[in-house]
C-alpha cells in the first residue's frame, strides 16, 4: 500500500503581493529623489547633529588638555577608549555578516537589509577608530604606526597589538567600502534615470560609472560582487579576533584566554544584529516599507539574535568554568570580583541584558512584534556595551598587586565622547537615507521579477 508523504508548508513570502519592477522603483526611489517625510528626517538630523558638536568640543579639549581628561588613569590606563572601541567594531560585522556571509550561502531574506547594514558597517568603523587615534595621546603622530619609509629607519612594532588593530580595521573598512560601492552602481544608475533635476542626473551619472544595465555589465558585476564577498567572509573572524587578541596576549587575569578570539567574534555578530534591528524597525515604519521589511525579516534576524546570544552565554560560562578549573588563584579572585566586587552591578546588568531578555525570543508571535523586538535590541546593545567595559575595567583596576588597587569612573568627557560619537553615526546615516537608496532597487527588482514570473 502507497502512502504519500505530507509536503512541506510553503514559505512566507520575502516581498507583499502585489509589488513588481516598477513599483519597487517607485516606492524606494522615491526616498532619496522625492524626500519623504522631510520633517522627520530635519529633525533626526538636527538632533544627531548636536551630538557631533559634542564630539568636536570633546576631542578639541582632549587636544588642548591631553587624556587627562578622561578618567583613565594608573591601573586602568584603558578606559570609556578602548571599551567604546570594540563596541563601535562590533557592531560593523554584522553589515559584512548580512551582506558577504548571507550571499555565500544563498539566504535571500538578505536582499531587503543588506544595503542599510552596509552603510551602518562603514559608519561604525568611522566612530570606532576614531578612539584608538585618540587614545593614543598624542594623535597627531597616528602616521608613526604605518610602515612608511622614514628618514631615520624607524619601523613600527608589529608585536604591538595597536598596530594589528591598525593594520586590521584599515584593511576591514577598505574591503567593506568598496563592497559597499559596488552594490550601490546600478542603483545609481537607476536614480540617474529618473531624477528630476539636471544636477541630480550628473551627480548620479558620475558615480554609476556609465552603468548601462547590458549583460556584459551584469556579467562583471556579479563576479566582483561575489569575490568582494569571498574576501569580506574571512574579515568578519578576523578583524574582531584580532581585537580580541589585544585582550588575550595579555598577562592579566581576565584578558589571558584563549577563548576570546572565537568569543569576540560570536558577540559582534550579536551587538550588530542588535543594531539592526534598533535601525531597521524605525526606518521600516517612518518610510513605510513593511512590504519590503516584512515580519518574516523581523522574525529571522530575531533568530539570529537569539542565536548569537547563546554562544556569547557559552563564552560568559567558559570563562568562570575555566577559572575554577584553572585552580588560577588570581584568576578565581576575578570572577569573584566580578561577581561580587564594585563593578558587580554593570556585571549582573549585562547578565540581564545579554542572557536573560534574549529568552524572550524564543516565542514567535513575540519575534514578529516590532515594539517588543525594537526592545530587546536596545538592552543587548546596553548590554554589549556593558560587556566590553567589565572585560576592560574590572580586568585592570585590582591586580596582582594590592597597592596598586584603584576605581575607574568616566568622566564628562569620557561621557560626550561616546554620545559624539552617537551623533556621528546617526548623522552619517541620516545623509546615507536622504541621498542613496537604503534598500537595493537592483535586488529587489529581481525578486519582484522572479514572483511574477512564478
Same mark, same amino acid.
Request: glycine share 8%.
Given at each position: 500500500?502507497s502512502?504519500?508523504?505530507?509536503?512541506?508548508?510553503?514559505?512566507?513570502?520575502?516581498?507583499?503581493?502585489?509589488?513588481?519592477?516598477?513599483?519597487?522603483?517607485?516606492?524606494?526611489?522615491?526616498?532619496?529623489?522625492?524626500?519623504?517625510?522631510a520633517?522627520?528626517?530635519?529633525?533626526?538630523?538636527?538632533?544627531?547633529?548636536?551630538f557631533?558638536?559634542?564630539?568636536?568640543?570633546?576631542?578639541?579639549?582632549?587636544?588642548?588638555?591631553?587624556?587627562?581628561?578622561?578618567?583613565?588613569?594608573?591601573?586602568?590606563?584603558?578606559?570609556?577608549?578602548?571599551?567604546?572601541?570594540?563596541?563601535?567594531?562590533?557592531?560593523?560585522?554584522?553589515?559584512?555578516?548580512?551582506?558577504?556571509?548571507?550571499?555565500?550561502?544563498?539566504?535571500?531574506?538578505?536582499?531587503?537589509?543588506?544595503r542599510?547594514?552596509?552603510?551602518?558597517t562603514?559608519?561604525?568603523?568611522?566612530?570606532?577608530?576614531?578612539?584608538?587615534?585618540?587614545?593614543?595621546g598624542?594623535?597627531?603622530?597616528?602616521?608613526?604606526?604605518?610602515?612608511y619609509?622614514?628618514?631615520?629607519?624607524?619601523?613600527?612594532?608589529?608585536?604591538s597589538?595597536?598596530?594589528?588593530?591598525?593594520?586590521?580595521?584599515s584593511?576591514?573598512?577598505?574591503?567593506?567600502?568598496?563592497?559597499?560601492?559596488?552594490?550601490l552602481?546600478?542603483?545609481?544608475?537607476?536614480?540617474?534615470?529618473?531624477?528630476?533635476?539636471?544636477?541630480?542626473?550628473?551627480?548620479?551619472?558620475?558615480?554609476?560609472?556609465?552603468?548601462?544595465?547590458?549583460?556584459?555589465?551584469?556579467?562583471?558585476?556579479?563576479?566582483?560582487?561575489?569575490?568582494?564577498?569571498? &574576501? *569580506?567572509? @574571512?574579515?568578519?573572524?578576523?578583524?574582531?579576533?584580532? $581585537?580580541?587578541?589585544?585582550?588575550a +596576549?595579555a %598577562? #592579566?587575569?581576565?584578558?589571558?584566554?584563549?577563548?576570546?578570539?572565537?568569543?569576540?567574534?560570536?558577540?559582534?555578530?550579536?551587538?550588530?544584529?542588535?543594531?539592526?534591528?534598533?535601525?531597521?524597525?524605525?526606518?521600516?515604519?517612518?518610510?513605510?516599507?513593511k512590504?519590503y521589511?516584512?515580519?518574516?525579516h523581523l522574525e529571522?534576524?530575531?533568530?539570529?539574535?537569539?542565536?548569537?546570544?547563546?554562544?556569547?552565554?557559552?563564552?560568559?560560562?567558559?570563562?568562570?568554568?575555566?577559572?575554577?578549573?584553572?585552580?588560577?588563584?588570581?584568576?578565581?579572585?576575578?570572577?569573584?570580583?566580578? &561577581? *561580587?566586587? @564594585?563593578?558587580?552591578?554593570?556585571?549582573?546588568?549585562? $547578565?540581564?541584558?545579554?542572557?536573560? +531578555?534574549? %529568552? #524572550?525570543?524564543?516565542?514567535?508571535?513575540?519575534?514578529?512584534?516590532p515594539?517588543?523586538?525594537?526592545?530587546?535590541?536596545?538592552?543587548?546593545?546596553?548590554?554589549?556595551?556593558?560587556?566590553?567595559?567589565?572585560?576592560?575595567?574590572?580586568?585592570?583596576?585590582r591586580?596582582?598587586?594590592?597597592?596598586?588597587?584603584?576605581?575607574?569612573?568616566?568622566?564628562?568627557?569620557?561621557?560626550?565622547?561616546?554620545?559624539?560619537?552617537?551623533?556621528?553615526?546617526?548623522?552619517?546615516?541620516?545623509?546615507?537615507?536622504?541621498y542613496?537608496?537604503?534598500?537595493?532597487?537592483?535586488?529587489?527588482?529581481?525578486? *519582484?521579477?522572479?514572483?511574477?514570473?512564478?
Open positions: 500500500m502512502t504519500v508523504e505530507p509536503s512541506a508548508p510553503p514559505r512566507e513570502p520575502l516581498l507583499a503581493e502585489g509589488e513588481t519592477p516598477e513599483t519597487v522603483n517607485r516606492t524606494l526611489g522615491q526616498i532619496p529623489l522625492e524626500h519623504p517625510n520633517r522627520f528626517w530635519w529633525l533626526g538630523f538636527a538632533a544627531a547633529f548636536l557631533v558638536l559634542s564630539l568636536v568640543a570633546s576631542i578639541g579639549w582632549l587636544f588642548l588638555r591631553g587624556v587627562g581628561i578622561w578618567g583613565v588613569n594608573i591601573p586602568v590606563a584603558w578606559g570609556f577608549a578602548i571599551t567604546n572601541f570594540v563596541w563601535w567594531i562590533g557592531i560593523g560585522h554584522a553589515g559584512t555578516f548580512i551582506s558577504a556571509i548571507l550571499l555565500l550561502l544563498h539566504q535571500h531574506w538578505r536582499t531587503s537589509i543588506n542599510f547594514t552596509e552603510a551602518m562603514l559608519f561604525a568603523v568611522a566612530c570606532a577608530g576614531l578612539f584608538p587615534l585618540l587614545h593614543l598624542r594623535p597627531q603622530y597616528f602616521y608613526w604606526l604605518l610602515p619609509p622614514d628618514t631615520m629607519g624607524l619601523w613600527p612594532q608589529f608585536r597589538p595597536l598596530v594589528w588593530d591598525v593594520f586590521a580595521v584593511t576591514y573598512a577598505t574591503v567593506s567600502l568598496v563592497f559597499w560601492y559596488v552594490g552602481i546600478p542603483d545609481l544608475a537607476t536614480l540617474r534615470d529618473r531624477a528630476p533635476t539636471l544636477a541630480k542626473r550628473r551627480i548620479y551619472g558620475l558615480l554609476s560609472l556609465g552603468w548601462r544595465g547590458d549583460m556584459r555589465h551584469w556579467r562583471h558585476y556579479e563576479k566582483l560582487y561575489v569575490l568582494l564577498a569571498g &574576501l *569580506a567572509t @574571512p574579515l568578519v573572524v578576523s578583524v574582531h579576533s584580532i $581585537v580580541g587578541l589585544d585582550f +596576549v %598577562q #592579566l587575569p581576565g584578558w589571558h584566554s584563549t577563548i576570546f578570539p572565537p568569543y569576540f567574534v560570536a558577540g559582534a555578530i550579536f551587538s550588530g544584529f542588535a543594531m539592526v534591528l534598533t535601525l531597521t524597525i524605525p526606518l521600516r515604519a517612518v518610510y513605510g516599507l512590504s521589511i516584512t515580519d518574516r529571522l534576524m530575531g533568530k539570529v539574535l537569539m542565536a548569537t546570544g547563546w554562544m556569547v552565554a557559552y563564552g560568559y560560562f567558559s570563562e568562570f568554568f575555566m577559572s575554577w578549573y584553572s585552580n588560577d588563584t588570581f584568576e578565581r579572585y576575578l570572577s569573584v570580583n566580578r &561577581l *561580587a566586587g @564594585p563593578y558587580a552591578p554593570a556585571f549582573w546588568t549585562l $547578565v540581564f541584558c545579554n542572557i536573560l +531578555v534574549p %529568552q #524572550l525570543l524564543w516565542v514567535k508571535s513575540w519575534r514578529r512584534n515594539a517588543l523586538l525594537w526592545s530587546v535590541s536596545i538592552l543587548v546593545n546596553i548590554g554589549m556595551w556593558l560587556e566590553r567595559y567589565v572585560i576592560v575595567v574590572t580586568s585592570l583596576h591586580d596582582f598587586l594590592p597597592s596598586s588597587w584603584g576605581m575607574f569612573h568616566g568622566t564628562f568627557w569620557d561621557w560626550s565622547t561616546l554620545l559624539g560619537t552617537f551623533g556621528l553615526f546617526g548623522s552619517l546615516l541620516f545623509l546615507f537615507i536622504r542613496l537608496p537604503a534598500i537595493s532597487l537592483a535586488e529587489m527588482r529581481r525578486m *519582484a521579477a522572479k514572483k511574477e514570473g512564478a
